[in-house]
């Protein structure tokens, strides 16, 4: 809006436009005088923004904040790491990670999409009348280990789980508890799933209502 005031302020007036659009004349000569004589915050931002632009670039631009922050000590330059992370994010700035990334799902736009079988309703009125899977993968020293889980809707329980090297779809085809659902639960209401072992896990959370860092249990399903 500043720069349509700028090119026709000449032609129908400042106060005009401002009438016009959704900006008062005051907020229109504040940008100005700004723009004319900056704060000493800006433009010492400007400064670094073309320092760190600089460090980046001679680093193949693969340096992040932190090596992007000691660079610029080295050369003499004092500034906190906090403001050359604000700068980057400002700029689009980012370093490079190192690893790559583990993907689970390569989609074929040659093959139809599975249908949805369940039209999004994730509930059963009792016990093995609905089973899902997930699929997920962690990170290890070794490499990333693929994990898929058989949940039961109504127990809320892990049913059978399978840890693999790889991301085949073997993994949850194999999956214990991955078949069908017994005969039984497709009439009346079958037995529940036998519950394995519990075990108080800890689990960080993070959350304005606990003190930082606190570790909370919670019953989790521990394979036997």
Known sequence: MTRFIDEHGQAYGVGSICRVLPIAPSVYYAHQARQKH????????????????RVWNDNFC????????????????????????????????????????????RPDPQRPCPQD????QFHAPAP???????????????GF????????????????????????????????????????????????????RTEALPVQVLCPYYPRNAARYWPYPVPS
């Not at 800006?42 to 760190?52: E, G, H, T, V, Y």
């Not at 790491?81 to 689009?92: D, K, N, S």
């Not at 079988?117 to 999004?120: D, K, N, P």
């Not at 109504?154 to 993994?171: E, K, L, P, Q």
């Open 38 to 53: 900056p704060s000493a915050r800006s433009a010492k931002d400007r400064w670094l923004c073309d320092q760190i632009r």
């Open 62 to 105: 693969v340096y992040g904040v932190r090596k992007v922050w000691h660079q610029l000590r080295r050369e003499g330059i004092d500034v906190a790491r906090c403001t050359v992370g604000r700068l980057m994010r400002q700029m689009g700035l980012k370093g490079v990670i190192r690893g790559k990334g583990g993907r689970t799902t």
């Open 117 to 120: 079988l369940v039209q999004r």
């Open 128 to 142: 093995n009348r609905l089973r899902v899977s997930d699929f997920t993968y962690v990170s290890t020293w070794q």
């Open 145 to 196: 280990v693929y994990v898929a889980f058989i949940i039961d809707v109504f127990a809320r329980v892990i049913v059978g789980w399978r840890v693999s090297s790889t991301a085949h779809t073997d993994i949850r085809n194999g999956c214990p508890g991955a078949g069908s659902v017994p005969e039984a639960a497709q009439g009346e209401s079958a037995p529940p799933p036998a519950r394995k």
